[in-house]
């Protein structure tokens, strides 16, 4: 079944303790997207990768780092977790078609962080 | 800059009435345009996209929407709506600048359905 898979679903810690939300996609996609939903805001990107090795910024990348060693993972991971990043996030991946790419994304189910 | 407007935070509807959700946006270009669904608890769900050729696209779920490019908007119709399709939605549109490729969303309108 093609699908996103994002891990954990749920995690509560604390100020400072760093941790790392996966995603892994089975679908062969080149690119891979990482948002936060917020009330009111809706969802924001914060990295994306258009490929191995290749990861940029999007709106809202402070305190956020991402990495794209292989194709089907890209890794959310947050060094020094503050409570402002309490949020809900969405790994997303598409086909990348080249400059022009029209591809929609498939989401995973999210990750609920609370940083206390 | 480039932004999505989604101007109704909440829209409420009875069962078996139609259904319009607006989005507008703000883009140089025409941009790829795209509805989302997401149920609560759940991951978004893509509902119909446009990119060229007809304005007017079908979707699942009986949705349908309207490229209009004198207006900047891209508005989401269903004809009878069920309760089943209570739920958030999400405009967004695709867009390429300076050789890259990102994803702008709207805020979201959240939908209820009355029996």
């Known amino acids: 079944e093609a699908q996103v898979t994002q891990n954990p679903r749920y995690l509560i810690t604390v100020t400072g303790k760093k941790l790392t939300v996966t995603c892994s996609q089975n679908m062969n996609h080149e690119y891979m997207s990482w948002y936060r939903q917020d009330p009111g805001l809706g969802l924001r990107q914060i990295y994306y990768s258009m490929n191995v090795e290749v990861t940029d910024k999007g709106d809202v990348p402070e305190g956020y780092k991402v990495s794209r060693k292989e194709k089907r993972n890209f890794p959310l991971i947050l060094e020094s977790p503050s409570p402002n990043q309490t949020s809900l996030y969405f790994c997303a991946s598409s086909l990348w078609g080249g400059q022009l790419s029209n591809q929609p994304q498939h989401f995973g189910d999210g990750t609920r962080l609370s940083i206390l | 800059a480039q932004s999505v407007t989604q101007p109704d935070i909440h829209i409420t509807v009875s069962e078996g009435a139609s259904l319009e959700l607006r989005c507008n946006y703000s883009y140089g270009a025409t941009p790829y345009l795209f509805w989302y669904v997401q149920s609560p608890g759940q991951g978004l769900q893509l509902l119909l996209k446009?990119?060229?050729?007809?304005?007017l696209v079908q979707g699942i779920k009986g949705f349908e929407a309207e490229f209009k490019r004198s207006q900047s908007s891209f508005n989401l119709r269903k004809p009878s709506v069920h309760w089943s399709d209570a739920a958030e939605y999400f405009c967004?549109?695709?867009?390429?600048?300076?050789?890259?490729?990102?994803?702008?969303f709207g805020t979201g309108t959240r939908l209820k359905v009355l029996a």
């Open positions: 967004a549109v695709g867009l390429t600048t300076s050789g890259t490729y990102k994803y702008i």
């Open positions: 446009y990119f060229s050729g007809d304005t």
